[in-house]
């Protein structure tokens, strides 16, 4: 038989797999009659780089994942690389298994890794026993395992601790996301939290091709192979991502404030002239409707729309007076206007008048009540429904710097004078708020996602995202110069993108060698609007137009590409972005999902105990747990911290200052 008849024999008996047609190209190619001592010579010559060899490594993963092993044991033979090391491989077959124990002995047992890394992945791999047990229900089981884990914690006061009080605590709870998920889910985010801890050598992330392409495409589907294989170019934009497509001009007098209404219909605009202009939005453009009758002066400092797109709330700036007013949307006549407390104009100082505000409005009822508040002691809550403007609630020695009230109508994020976010609400007796994040600095400003579960702050130095979850710092962002060495400016930032994972803010024009040598403000740099993605901490791109400071930014709620900026040139600057450049996948915010390709979620069965001795065992075990830990996602859990302390005769912690480092 011939070479070609046993070709096709092969083909006709099943499938021929990539390594024996490799193999069958091989025999057939004059190279192979050369001499093996010279093959291997040449094979020994072959010198790849990192990259080249990072490549073949996901390569071969790729191929051993559709089922290709043939084809791997040939590339892995004639390169002499390994996709991972078989302690790695063991330890993820073990972790999908839910063998957790198992994951530990492999990972003491790996020579390839330092001991503090080989310590904290097992660690972690407890913690996954931990949440794996709770989900099972066994409870018993949880707590020896958290037992056995307490020296651990107490030994190590940083990493550990933190980590045992972001993810133990919370999935001991119940209720939780680690609740209802299934096993396999479960199990496969665990995984990949431990693969970003394990060196890349050690095991590699599973997936990585196709996560790479996930971040350039998108989702995986048949429309889009023809983009792996050539580059459209009838698609790519040509020229820079943004253009001015309107500019307005207001009267020589600066604009420090720009804010949509929340369905993206209305935008409101003002500032140094306390007059407040209505806008209408279309196709991405803006057409002036008119003005609001100010009956109070001072500079404007904050704008506000309700949730009805009913009322609009107008603030001046900490070292202005400037009433309080609320605005009725359709009539564009003044509903009311508040101060922290009423007398003669002539004798009123700066603690009378609010410097910050925010609207609750309930879901269910609609009801609509007010947070006002200033940075010299006064916080007070008005319902908007009752025909008087004495408020409902007051709190003293608030020092609040700025307001966000949450959608649910109960909540409220304060700014207050010790560089603090802290999450508060109306509703409960006390308030007595928690602590989602403190600065060094002083913070400035400070604007929440959409998604209501992340917070940017606006520091002296720079731009901070926080989790409001877990109250962890999520990145930093620098770039945007927004303070003098004796000025401070309050500038507005804004989310936006196609899928709300893009920052946006102003800066202000920075001294240039002219500037310094003629003392001439005219002659600084002008100010850009500039953009992130939450995945950089450098700046994506920048737009420039604005002659001077650029004071506020606002992105449209519901279109990507447009964006609204605002600044000392007096000018309002209409911005067109292209989608593409804001529609990039993120790993720290999901991305939204349109309400119609949501699918039903199943609620979980729940299984009642046989024994009524064992179902009244797990409720005491359940509220023991709770009193010992916090009740919510948002309460302090400072007091078991205290205990755990104590225990362990450790120092006390400095919860809002940094500990000292030893010399």
Same mark, same amino acid.
């Given at each position: ?315 001046? =700036? !900490?070292?202005?007076? +400037?009433? *309080?007013? /609320?605005?009725?949307? @359709? ?7 508040? #101060? $922290? ?35 010299? =002691? !006064?916080?007070?809550? +008005?319902? *908007?429904? /009752?025909?008087?403007? @004495? ?7 608030? #020092? $609040? ?263």
């Amino acid at each position: 038989m011939t070479q070609d008849e046993n070709t096709s024999g092969k083909s006709k008996k099943g499938r021929v797999s990539v390594a024996q047609r490799l193999q069958t190209n091989a025999q057939l190619s004059p190279r192979s009659q050369d001499d093996p001592d010279e093959r291997e010579t040449e094979r020994k010559q072959m010198d790849l780089g990192k990259y080249d060899k990072a490549t073949i490594r996901i390569i071969a993963q790729f191929l051993d994942n559709i089922g290709l092993q043939n084809s791997v044991e040939a590339l892995v033979e004639e390169t002499g690389f390994t996709i991972e090391t078989s302690a790695g491989a063991r330890i993820r077959s073990n972790i999908m298994k839910g063998n957790y124990d198992a994951a530990c002995d492999i990972l003491e047992q790996a020579r390839d890794l330092p001991q503090e890394t080989s310590q904290n992945a097992g660690y972690i791999i407890q913690c996954f026993k931990l949440a794996d047990l709770v989900r099972k229900g066994r409870y018993f089981d949880a707590l020896f395992t958290m037992k056995s884990m307490a020296p651990i914690v107490f030994r190590d006061e940083s990493k550990n601790m933190e980590y045992f009080d972001s993810f133990v605590k919370d999935i001991m709870l119940g209720g939780n996301r680690y609740q209802h998920l299934d096993s396999v889910t479960e199990r496969e985010s665990q995984l990949t939290f431990l693969e970003e801890l394990l060196p890349s050598d050690f095991i590699l992330p599973q997936n990585r091709l196709k996560s790479i392409l996930n971040k350039v495409h998108g989702p995986a589907t048949d429309e889009k192979a023809s983009k792996l294989l050539r580059d459209d170019t009838q698609s790519t934009p040509k020229g820079p991502p943004y253009r001015q497509i309107q500019l307005w001009e207001h009267r020589n007098s600066p604009i420090y404030c720009v804010k949509f209404s929340r369905n993206g219909k209305l935008m409101a605009s003002g500032g140094r002239s306390n007059l407040i202009t209505i806008w209408e939005t279309r196709s991405g453009q803006l057409k002036r409707l008119g003005e609001l009758s100010s009956i109070t002066e001072g500079d404007i400092g904050y704008m506000e729309f309700c949730q009805q797109n009913k009322y609009i709330l107008v603030c001046g =700036g !900490a070292s202005c007076k +400037y009433n *309080l007013t /609320i605005f009725d949307v @359709a009539s564009r006549v003044v509903c009311r206007t508040l #101060r $922290v407390a009423v007398g003669h104009d002539d004798n009123l100082d700066l603690g009378t008048y609010f410097s910050c505000a925010t609207f609750l409005t309930e879901p269910l009822t609609n009801r609509t009540r007010l947070v006002a508040g200033n940075e010299l =002691g !006064a916080l007070k809550v +008005y319902d *908007l429904n /009752i025909d008087s403007n @004495a408020p409902i609630r007051t709190q003293g020695g608030f #020092r $609040v710097r700025c307001l966000y009230g949450m959608k649910n109508g109960d909540f409220f994020l304060m700014v207050d004078a010790l560089n603090r976010v802290r999450l508060y609400s109306i509703s409960a007796e006390k308030m007595e708020g928690t602590t989602i994040c403190k600065e060094e600095v002083t913070i400035i400003n400070m604007t929440v996602h959409p998604s209501e579960k992340f917070v940017l702050t606006a520091t002296e130095a720079n731009l901070r995202l926080w989790d409001v979850r877990n109250h962890n710092l999520v990145r930093v962002f620098t770039g945007a110069c927004q303070r003098e060495e004796f000025n401070r400016y309050s500038i507005h930032s804004s989310f936006g993108g196609v899928h709300q994972q893009f920052i946006a803010t102003g800066s202000i024009g920075k001294e240039s060698d002219e500037s310094l040598r003629d003392n001439d403000k005219s002659k600084r740099k002008n100010g850009r609007v500039v953009i992130w993605s939450v995945e950089e901490s450098r700046p994506k791109f920048e737009l420039i137009g604005h002659k001077g400071h650029v004071n506020g930014v606002a992105w449209h709620p519901k279109d990507p590409t447009m964006l609204v900026s605002c600044g000392d040139d007096s000018t309002i600057r209409v911005w067109s972005l292209n989608r593409s450049e804001t529609s990039d996948y993120s790993q720290v915010i999901p991305r939204r999902i349109p309400r119609n390709q949501k699918k039903q979620k199943t609620e979980p069965k729940v299984t009642e105990p046989v024994l009524n001795t064992k179902q009244e065992l797990m409720r005491s075990l359940r509220e023991q747990i709770k009193n010992m830990s916090t009740k919510n996602d948002f309460e302090t859990d400072l007091k078991m911290e205290q205990l755990w302390i104590q225990r362990a005769n450790h120092p006390k912690w400095a919860i809002d200052e940094e500990v000292p480092q030893p010399m």
